[in-house]
């Protein structure tokens, strides 16, 4: 019996020794799956963290090229920017946010950028028409609208050289950062104009009116008034300004029949008339300004009235005169029952604020919060801007041919 109880003895602390090994192997085991699970996390915060730091630096880069004025370093830092977003992973350009910058200033698809002609070249000769505009980075938009107001121009001068400078910096930073396509500021196009030995210089704007930036051109314009023999500057679309909201002239007539009559076409409409007796309004859509200029829509709203266009609004942007603000022009198109809605830029180009602040899906865009007050059964937007129209074309070759001529 004693020999029996020692045997079961000993089985025991063997069968407990194993026992105690068993779970001191579990734990081990277990210990090094919660490491490992602990390296993962720190690898994959440490990624995170990674990719981050790196759509971070190309943002700051970005952010660089976001200004208004040029420098010496502009090539470099546009040249920097696109490179530093071509390294990211598709993971980290969706992280890329600063003050400007976004994955849409790289990302966005607006059209090819190979059919447009920057219009840089030298030999120039001695007789230039520099057609000015603000710009655009929609490069459909800038093939369509400012090269083909380019085009026409160029076509009814033969013998003059076309030129082009926009006067945004901000645009044509996006443009050659993402595109690789140069163009040439005001100063820039003056000076080429100057070192190519033009002697008789003619500045056609594509500005709407005689605003703030028609103003800056004319300021830019005066700098280099000594280095050719004549300078001339043409007006702008909607031509002189006026004293008040009743003045209108064949300018504003002119530009009113061409996009109205766009607008119907597209819209399937045979007549104005058709369109209202569908319960249908049009608000054609400007960018607005606080420059004493902005009476210009003031007019064209007169021009409209005056033209038998009841069933025609004119909106702004930036909501200024009072009365082309969005909430302003609901009620006005409300107040007329009208149940449909089409929107359409009275703006050279369709880009940013065609795209964005009239037909967006942002809750603050025109055509959201016409959607969202309920009052009117359809709301569309026709993203077609007024230099993609013949008439209006034909509006620029005649400035540019009286200002020649003068």
Known sequence: MKKKAVVVLLASVIIGSMALAGCSGGE?????????????????????????????????????IYVQERTDMTDKQCKEAKEGWD???DAQ??????????????????GDASRDDPRNQNEIGEKEI???????SYNDSRAEDIKGIEDAIQEANPDWSVRRAFTSQIIINHIQARDGEVIDNMEQAL???AENQVKDLVIQPTHLMHGAEYDELKRAADDYQDRFETVKIAEPLLGEIGTDA??????????????LNEAL??????????????GAAFVFLGHGTY??????????????????????????????PEETSCESVMEAVSQGGYRKVIFRPLMVVAGDHANNDMAGDDEDSWMSSFKASGKFDSVDAQIVGLGSIEAVRQLYVKHTADAINQ
């Open 87 to 89: 390294a990211l992973t």
């Open 191 to 193: 000076e080429r104009a």
């Open 291 to 320: 420059h004493t200029a902005k009476v210009s829509y003031s007019q064209m709203q007169t021009q409209m009235g005056r033209l038998g266009y009841e069933n025609v609004f004119i909106g702004t942007v930036e909501g200024d």
């Open 28 to 64: 081990e085991v277990r210990s090094d799956a919660s490491a490992k699970e602990d390296r993962a996390k720190a690898e994959s915060e440490t990624g995170t963290d990674t990719d981050q730091e790196a759509a971070d630096k190309v943002a700051e880069l970005i952010d660089v």
């Open 130 to 136: 520099l057609v000015v505009s603000f710009g655009t």
């Open 246 to 259: 009743l003045v209108i002239n064949a300018d504003k007539e002119a530009v009113a029949i061409a996009v």
């Open 93 to 110: 350009k969706e992280l890329v946010k600063g003050e400007n910058a976004d994955p849409d200033y790289f990302e966005k698809d607006t």
């Open 265 to 278: 076409k597209d819209a399937g409409y045979d007549s104005l008339d058709a369109a209202k007796g569908d």
